[in-house]
């Protein structure tokens, strides 16, 4: 008898089946890396989730990435480490023998960006985020977790910035979106997390003027590129990470949980998708 080696495949979930970059990015490092494998978009219903992330494996997949509406019951149906445990919400899920683990990588995603983007970004001791829905906790464990000390968190409704205090301990200043023009001037790093500035939502309305010159700007959003906030900031001369970078960087963890192989983010790989953006 022949042994045959079967392909990996792993997929993202998600109900409608929204166009993805998912696997544009995951196809380029198999193909890039020479690996056999591949990696399937599957629309999976809430009433049939439970059945089909039970039976992953069965299903065919070596793991998946997990998105809107699933994050919370992928967390809930699996073995969580601290960090999906922390944000509430997985998005990556892997076997570990027989064991069903998950993880919730928007955090190293968040976090290698601003490393690759603006070394030194973690000196800074005070710092501004905007929004306080599910990005937002991951952004605000990833810059506890690198021992940022104050964290103030603005959202329109403010009861969802104290939720995350509470949640995240004292580290995480809620304050309300009035007082986002009093704390800039001490923000070493300002993070967008809403979806304003997004591509058809109302503009982020945020004075990149009144940062300190050594401040470093991301933004989550990622359709425009380059948001006006962005393009404010590297007006100004400082630094950023763009939510493509962050997108990017997400899903290594995931590749290398799969197929074995840590792969990069070239140069190469953001023009493929910066490329892709530009047909919406
Ligand atoms: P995600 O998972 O992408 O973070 P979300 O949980 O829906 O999405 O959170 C969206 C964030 O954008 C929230 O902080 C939201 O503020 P509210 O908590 O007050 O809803 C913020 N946001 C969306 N539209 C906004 C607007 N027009 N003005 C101010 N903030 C807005």
Redesign the pocket.
Known sequence: MTAVTKAQVACLIGWPAAHSRSPLIHHYWLRTLRIEGGYSIEAVPPEGFAEFVLHLSAHGFVGANVT?PHKERALALSKPDARARAVGAANTLWYEGDELRSTNTDIEGFLNNLDACAPGWDGASDALV????????AVVFGLIERGIKHVHLA???????RALADRFGAAVHPVS?DAVDDLLPRAGLLVN????GMHG??A?EVSAGLLPSHAVVAD?VYVPLETPLLAAARARGLKTADGLGMLLHQAVRGFELWFGERPEVTPELRALVEADLTKV
């Open positions: 809107i905007l929004g306080a829905g599910g990005a937002s906790r959202n329109r409704t403010i009861e969802r910035a979106w997390t809403t979806s304003l939502q109302p982020l989550l």
